[in-house]
């Protein structure tokens, strides 16, 4: 059950992406550009914060999920340096190239090589990080 | 349909699908986080974040294919800006343990401060980053 709910959950948040607009670049990068600002994108952020904003309410009334036996949710409130700087190197590379990790995944369809290419060069940057932890 | 409508909706299926992972299996839907460990570490254990990871495939295919949504053209061709991005946004996220996501939907929709900031400085940066590629170019 956990697994078709991992399908089902990962199919609808793709299928939102695409629709939204986050897979493609030119949008992406239009939203993040202050002197002709594309504000169609917050909306994307306003319609899942709100979703998710009534489904904690439900969470927090509950000890368990329903095909698990706890919930996992990060527990950490330290606000550090590799919080912000991770964020800010994040942020630089999202407004460079215009892809996030969940579109560059959908990217991969487009069949495009340098979308590839961010892909992979995202999973290279994964990985050194989780080494030098 | 207008693309203001078309983000909304999406938004609200992004938030639909980051609902079932939590209500039912407990999960919290950070890509990044669901992607780094779904390539490093053990297999069993992190199946369902394989099967979450071909589902981002199969949602993706089934919108252009269904909905028509044109197949976007990358703003940028060069391979060394995507190696730089690419890498940025890797290193980026897995620094600060959150993208878009984890920080931007499910920490904000909880009110967790610490998400805020993370979804602070990657839009600051962001916003930043344009400009200033702007003046450049």
Redesign the interface.
Known sequence: MNLLMALISGSVFGFGLVLSGMTDTNKVIGFLDVQQWDYDLMFVMVGAIAVMFVTYRWVVTHSAPVYAESFSIPTHTVIDKKLVVGSLLFGIGWALYGLCPGPSVISLLYQHTSLAVFFVSMLVGFFVVDRVK | MS??L????????????????????????G??GI??SS??KEITQN???I??????????????YV?D?P?????????W?????????????????G???G????????L???SL???L???????V???V??ALS
Not at chain 2, 121 to 127: I, L, T
Request: glycine share 14%.
């Open positions: 693309s203001t078309n983000a909304l909706l999406g938004g609200v299926l992004i938030g639909v699908s980051a609902s079932i992972l939590l209500v039912f299996n407990g999960r919290i839907a890509i990044s992607l780094a390539l490093t199946l369902w974040k099967v979450f990871v071909m589902g981002l495939l199969v949602g993706g295919y089934l919108a252009h909905l949504v197949i976007p053209t990358p703003t940028h061709d060069g391979v800006l995507a190696v730089v991005a690419g890498l940025l946004v890797g290193v980026g996220t897995r620094m600060a343990s993208c878009t996501s920080h931007g939907v499910c920490g904000i929709s909880r967790s401060v610490r900031v993370a979804t400085s990657f839009m600051f940066a962001g916003f980053t344009v400009y590629m702007g």
